[in-house]
Nanobody, 122 residues
Framework: QVQLAESGGGLVQAGGSLRLSCVAS????????MAWFRQAPGKEREFVAG????????EYAQSARGRFTVSRDNVKNTVYLQMNSLAPEDTAVYLC???????????????WGRGTQVTVSS
């Protein structure tokens, strides 16, 4: 069992940057693939980025590719999402997830954080 806690969200102007963090506890962090999802009001939960157990493979949604970077530090039990060139359509609650495989569907992930709000103003 893994507990996840996100931080780093906030209000940022279009074109700006934010770095989100997700700290894991309760189990062996390195056993899990990690991912970031986002969910805007009235919309489905959307895959943003994923990273393999050792950090050797990253996966990105088309909307994130070239702007966002996912990374992890297995010593600190933390996964990060560096977000650059933010746009208003990036506004959402960003959630951290842990699971046994990297997949775009939220149903393939086993553990979730509560989320952190990212708001991008125009």
């Amino acid at each position: 069992q893994v507990q996840l806690a996100e931080s780093g969200g906030g209000l940022v102007q279009a074109g700006g940057s934010l770095r989100l963090s997700c700290v894991a506890s309760g189990s062996f962090f390195s056993n899990y693939n990690m991912a970031w999802f986002r969910q805007a009001p009235g919309k489905e939960r959307e895959f943003v980025a994923g990273i393999s157990r050792g950090g050797g493979r990253n996966e990105y949604a088309q909307s994130a590719r070239g702007r966002f970077t996912v990374s992890r530090d297995n010593v600190k039990n933390t996964v990060y999402l560096q977000m650059n060139s933010l746009a208003p359509e990036d506004t959402a609650v960003y959630l951290c997830a842990a699971g046994g495989m990297i997949a775009a569907s939220p149903h393939n992930w086993d553990y979730w954080g509560r989320g952190t709000q990212v708001t991008v103003s125009s």
